[in-house]
């Protein structure tokens, strides 16, 4: 006998994927600058067959996803501008998640509901569609992490695969190796006191998966002298475990007191008193939730993010596909009967009531929105999402009056190396191993000293963000609350700004146009009229 329900599935799948779409519509014209690292590593890869962020120096592992890196590469070759493509590729990677997420629970027999509330949850959770529209790698790494648990849920025996699987994650994120936390769970949750025959299965399987990983963690350090991508060292690794922590926890505490909470503590309480559910389910849950566990984990002991680049969830995005999905099974382990629409219902509420303050705001950064934008700017604002990103004043000017073979130093390592193709010092040591090696104030960005390396690599330009009103030899004599004052926030800025050296190589250049201040080295030629 059918449901009385069955014809819900398509509409519940439209649904979804209907309001995942429209919220990545909305936030495709965000403007990131860091998409556009991977779009120079493309460019160099093709033009010179090496990872390479400046050419006839040493290789760098500056990106933090070889497999994203393959779509610049093929983007470049069909756009002027990679990032459009990868864009694209994004959210359709994003709507095949939360297409393939919805037809696996649709496929159970049982009432709609649960469905529709982990449907939703998905659709709804918070910056999925704005890190699938950023040309950035985590939708990719959300996709192939969701299809990893499936197996394992469906699979009443991991096998060779899933260890090889687990091992070749890390070529998606730094991160990846986190999935043999869930391999490990699904081992253990249909043996937990495996016989020898077992344990040699496990030891297969987990030791297939990590030899491919020791092979490619020596591969890397082979190739580019470290173990961690370059990026990936700079903003994470040095300062106090303790200060980590507590950064880390603020990060991930925004999303997850606020949203990763409400299915883990319903599947937790449900698990004591709920309906029994299939094997299948079971294993999932576990598998789902053991991933969700392990990489709130290693965010907090990594410190979080930085929340101004691209929001609070960056590195979450991941977790509310395991997250919805232990939504569903506590709603399915729950009695039937009349209130589960209301739960349902309840739920989804809830969720909205959450979002809502947090959505304004990327929608208002998304779009540049202003007090003056009208609603057809706003809304239309994704347009620019689809087109190449126009010249920068600053690019233009940078390309046109630095002389050739000149190098430049920028905090901004994204859309201004990418247009100028000129040799970049970038200043944060993300795309630099000599600034990345030296010895930390701290942890994350702006941590690593720089002012060394730049007075002895003497770059034509050096710009930053803060904006100087007076020559260098009166900003050295302000205090430190008043460079701060001027922009310039970070210790190493303020000591940069204050070292004499820096008065005697360099003016400051008024022609240069926004964003920040330019100074130009003094031996260089008068800028031109």
Known sequence: MSHPHSGWRAAVLAAAVGVFLLQAILLLGAPFDDPYIFARYA???????????????????????????????????????????????????????????????????????????????????????????????????????????????????????????????????????????????????EDPKPQPAGRRHALQVLGAGLVLLAVLLLVRYVAFGAWLPNAAASKHVGGALSVRIVEGVLYAGYTAALYLAIPAALWAVSGWRGVETSSVERRTAVVCASFVAALLLFIVVAGGDDVFAFGHSRLLTPTFAPAAYLLFAALRRAPAGEHEPVRALGLLLLVLLVRAPGAKEVLQAATEATNLSSRSQILSHWKRGMQPAPLTPLSAYLRQQTPPGEAIAVPWAGLVPFQTGLPVIDMLGLNDATIRNNPPAGRGLWARPFTEYLLARRPYFICDNYVLDRPLEDIQKLSDAELRGLGAPQPEQRRFLHDPRVAQLYALDSNAPGPGTCLRRLDAAPPAP
């Open 43 to 189: 460019a160099n890869l093709r033009a010179h067959g090496d990872l390479l962020w400046n050419p006839g120096e040493p290789r760098i592992e500056g990106i933090s996803s070889w497999a994203w890196l393959l779509v610049y590469v093929v983007g470049g070759v069909w756009f002027p501008d990679p990032v459009v493509f990868a864009r694209v590729v994004g959210v359709v990677l994003g709507l095949v998640l939360i297409a393939l997420f919805t037809r696996h629970l649709s496929r159970r027999e049982g009432s709609p509901w649960p469905v529709i509330a982990a449907a939703g949850f998905l659709a709804l959770s918070p910056d999925l569609a704005y890190v699938a529209g950023s040309g950035m790698d985590h939708a990719l790494w959300a996709l192939v992490s969701w299809l990893f648990l499936v197996s394992l849920g469906r699979a009443p025996r991991p096998g060779i695969g899933h260890g090889i699987a687990a091992g070749t994650a890390i070529l998606l994120r730094p991160e990846g190796f986190l999935l043999f936390v869930p391999l490990t769970a699904a081992l253990l949750v």
